[in-house]
């Protein structure tokens, strides 16, 4: 699962697909929410406020 925004959305799917062999589903962080998770405040490859869920 990555977290990350826009700039490195690509890089986060590179990897997914890398790892995962298959697609990831893409989420925009602002529609979803769960409750037993707290978004992180960072993106996983920078320091920007993330924008997308890649699971
Ligand atoms: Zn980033």
Known sequence: ???V????LDRAIDE?????E???D?????E???TD???PSTCDFCD???HYLVV
Request: glycine share 0%; hydrophobic share 50%.
């Open 1 to 3: 699962m990555y977290v």
């Open 5 to 8: 925004c826009a700039e490195h």
């Open 16 to 20: 997914f697909v890398e790892v995962y």
């Open 22 to 24: 298959s697609p990831p």
């Open 26 to 30: 893409l989420y925009i962080l602002d």
């Open 32 to 34: 979803v929410s769960f």
């Open 37 to 39: 998770w707290i978004t």
């Open 48 to 50: 920007r406020a993330p």
